[in-house]
Structure formats: C-alpha cells, structure tokens
C-alpha cells in the first residue's frame, strides 16, 4: 500500500513526540501542529533512517562542504 501526505508546517510551532511501541503497535512518531496531526508508526530501524535524513540534511545546510579554489594560471 503507497500513500503520500503533505503538508507545509514551515513557520509554524510545532509539537514532536514518539510513543514508545507496545504489544499492539510499533512506536508512533507524532508531529502536531495548529491544523492537525501527523503520525507515522515504525519500526525502530525505519525511525533511525528518519533520523539519518533529517541529521544528514542539517548537517549540510549548516556546515556546507567547501569548494577548492580554482587555480590561477599564470600569462607568461
């Protein structure tokens, strides 16, 4: 089953939790915000690869790689 949600939370506060799993149900990540609320139930491996993305993005945005100077030739 494939489904696709969307939803432009961006300027907004929002709430994030995680439920730990039960018996009945794997751990639910829940990200609530002013119009409504977003859930996303599973596994502890799924939820480290949220995690990884979310991490890696940061990461990116705050210590972008540098670029090697271009070098200059010399006119003889």
Do not use: C, W
Not at 12 to 36: C, D, F, W
């Amino acid at each position: 089953m494939s489904t696709a949600f969307s939803a432009d939370i961006s300027g907004q506060r929002i709430e994030v939790g995680i439920k730990p799993p039960t018996n009945y149900s794997p751990s639910v990540l829940t990200i609530r915000q002013q119009s409504g609320t977003f859930q996303l139930h599973a596994d502890p491996d799924q939820l480290a690869e949220v995690e990884y993305a979310i991490r890696s993005y940061l990461e990116s945005i705050k210590y972008p790689q540098p670029v090697a100077p271009v070098a200059k030739e010399e006119i003889a």
